[in-house]
């Protein structure tokens, strides 16, 4: 079987059924909550400008392995995130990512069955969700934005929703020790100016956390 086949499997709205959905409820809105609150003190912000269907992009800044599932936990209804082929070397951590709902790319090129896979998730319950930066950065600054995210947008026809979180870096196991806070902003029209779309979102980011919008582009994807 290719890496293709292994990593970047097609997924259909089917996928994304009643099964997955408990799953992920269970571990992001039930015991991932339970230890944003109790060890955190989570603060949300913005859950006004979520909208109503599924037409859109959650498009956080990162900063720990925490901020998915975290993601997963404030947003109403399902993410189903893109991750790196990598954390699905490790056949445990394989099935526990693709029971939340996770599916597996290439970060160095977009497959068809990426794009196909987003699209199957707008015709289900979920929605789609996808860290711009590509990998974890420090705080401070919004670097490392990519323009995989934008090319999505446009190509699906998804609004991007910013989201900014503050706090996940910052590694607490002392209940009430920690400060999590999430501002979710205003919902970013799609056009076909990928460069546009990916400079708004990094100055809505900046806005949302006071970190510094550094407007460099690594690469495609």
């Not at 590509?134 to 990519?146: F, L, M």
């Not at 910013?162 to 029209?189: A, E, L, N, Q």
């Not at 980011?205 to 690594?218: F, I, M, W």
């Amino acid at each position: 079987m290719s890496s293709e086949q292994t990593y970047c499997t097609r997924r259909t709205a089917k996928d994304y059924n009643w099964l997955r959905s408990v799953f992920q409820t269970i571990v992001c809105k039930g015991l991932y909550m339970l230890r944003l609150k109790l060890v955190y003190r989570l603060e949300v912000y913005g859950k006004e400008n979520i909208p109503e269907s599924n037409d859109y992009i959650i498009a956080p800044n990162h900063l720990s392995t925490l901020d998915p599932p975290l993601i997963a936990a404030v947003m109403p209804r399902h993410v189903a995130f893109m991750a790196k082929k990598e954390l699905f070397d490790f056949w445990l951590l394989r099935i526990f990512l693709d029971w939340l709902g996770a599916f597996a790319v290439n970060r160095e090129k977009l497959g068809p069955s990426t794009l196909k896979t987003v699209k199957s998730i707008k015709d289900s319950k979920w929605v789609f969700g996808i860290f711009p930066q590509g990998t974890r950065e420090e705080p401070g600054k919004i670097s490392g934005v990519t323009k995989g995210f934008a090319n999505i947008a446009k190509i699906t026809k998804c609004g991007i929703l910013p989201v900014g979180i503050i706090g996940t870096d910052i590694v607490k196991r002392v209940p009430f020790t920690g400060k999590i806070i999430v501002k979710i902003g205003k919902v970013i029209p799609y056009t076909d100016n990928i460069d546009d779309l990916v400079d708004k979102w990094g100055k809505a980011v900046e806005e949302l956390t006071g970190y510094e919008y550094v407007p460099e582009v690594k690469c495609e994807v």
